[in-house]
């Protein structure tokens, strides 16, 4: 691929990779996450040479496609990742999975060694050939697409392709030797193939929602999810609410979607499942009708609504039917099948014995109360309460500081509140609050655990490199915090596998990145004070709240497991490594 090709353009014929990077501004795409090797380094030679479209380097392949990841649910639509062949695309499997199951449009661009070694022992050889691993087979698993390409002429038709399903909602995955990457992609091929508009996604007939709610003698509530923000379908469900005069109930994962509480007009009524808010159950229950618009409803976001469900008539709108029985319409575009709703109730056929329902106020889980040292998880999420001003993306990783998060945190108006809980891998808000920075352009927070920063917080560097506004809350237990409340209830305290040697992030990260703001703070009132100076800070920087592994979060299955936390004054016995 001579340099002079790219600069004077006078070659009737251009690579793969370039056919690439110049399909993917015109499908929305700005930015390219990955991690760079000899199987991809073509591609990222070819986004070299474009001004429209930016490659990200990231420090792991499960950074990039978180980064990917967020990228895609805080707005942009379809996020890319690209990874070299062998390892590098091996640590794209838990980054991919997650999308998966969260049904998160992302194009993964997975380099592979040349096919013309494919089965002869070539390095990182993942054809399937002669033993070699089969990576068609595995990112299969992961994927809602996958094909590897081994003709350069099929790239015109094959992008589209995996363009279009990803944007169904799913990881798509193309496989790419590096052979292919280099090939050219002739003229006649692109005319045969041209640029093909995307498919209308399918509407679902709307008649048996639209029967129900005109059949409804009484308040109905609403329980939104994921959909609404990929779908970016919030200003139709806003104008669906007002119309049904309905509260707004909130899965886990699409916390952002039904306004703030207390700004909005959305009357949002706040979390379900098993880091929800117990009068969202109080609230169904008192429903003529239940109206799950753009969500599955896991055991996650489901939890403690199965039997009051079992009692209300629900019916269902979505891309995917939910995992309780009910009347479902299917939609791949949810916002299209809103207006629909939308347009159908607010003429004749409007529901005529909707009522308003009666107010409910939200009451929170209760933990056994902690006197230890160290922030309470409550006390914590205050503080960010009241310090983060609208227009604040937040970003919130898995485990206890996630579970306090999404119970006691409210989004802020104008902003996401993205949370990873497909398959809740820890140290996904590093990466996807990188991507959600990127695509959104304003001040990003991710908020996370010491578990999950020592999995995956080094993408803190790859916010510095590229001068991200961005605030990182750490919330520093020295422990994998929910592991060991497990060993705590269910295993009586007698042992812990799951507590750290104490660290200083705050000190460290300074040490290592100079000119990063980070410090440690050990109180509410430092945590406050330096809160205060990070959104002051234009660039990144870290905040590390001491907190303790022994306080119960706000999570369900904790709290009804019948058994006390232990106090400071325990013994715990750690179990330490073996050598021998």
Known sequence: MPFARRVTGMSRNYSVVDHIVAQLPAAGVRHIFGVDGANIEDLYDAAYFRTDITAVLAKHEFGAATMADGYSRSGAGLGVVAATSGGGALNLIPGLGESLASRVP??????????A?????SFQDTSGRNGALDAEALFAGVSIFCERVLDPDDIVSALPRAIAAARRGGPAVLLLPKDIQQGTVTIGACLRNGVRRPERPPLG????????????????????G?????DDARTELEELRALLRAQVVCVPDAKDVAGTPGLGSSSALGVSGVMGHPSVADAVAASALCLVVG?????????G???????????????????????????????????MLCRALAGPGRPQWLRVPDTVSRTELRPP???????????AMTVLDHELPRGV???????????????????????RFLVALGMGGMGYGFGAGIGTALFRGRRTVVIAGDGAFFMHGMEIHTAVQYRLPMLFVLLNNNAHGMCVTREQLFYHGWHSYNRYTPSHLGAGLASMLPGLPAVDTADAGGFGAALRTALAHDGPSVISVDCAADEIPPFAPFLTAGVSAPTRREDHRYVASSTC
Request: glycine share 8%; aromatic share 4%; proline share 8%.
């Open 205 to 224: 007939n709307p008649q048996p929602i639209l029967h129900a709610l005109r059949d409804a003698h009484g308040p109905v509530t609403i329980i939104a």
């Open 226 to 230: 994921e959909q609404v923000a990929r």
């Open 369 to 379: 109360p902690y006197t230890g040292p160290g922030v309470r998880y409550r006390d």
């Open 106 to 115: 992302v194009l993964a661009l997975v380099g592979q060694a040349p096919s």
């Open 393 to 415: 993306d937040i970003v919130v990783d898995a485990g206890n500081t996630g579970a306090a998060a999404i119970h006691y945190l409210a989004p802020r108006r104008d902003g």
């Open 295 to 303: 969500t599955r409803l896991s055991q996650t976001a489901r939890a």
């Open 305 to 339: 609504l199965d039997s009051v469900l079992a009692d209300v008539r629900t019916v269902s709108i979505g891309s995917a039917p939910p995992y309780l029985p009910c009347t479902h319409v299917q939609t791949a575009d949810l916002r299209a099948s809103l207006r």
């Open 117 to 121: 070694m494919d089965g002869r022992g």
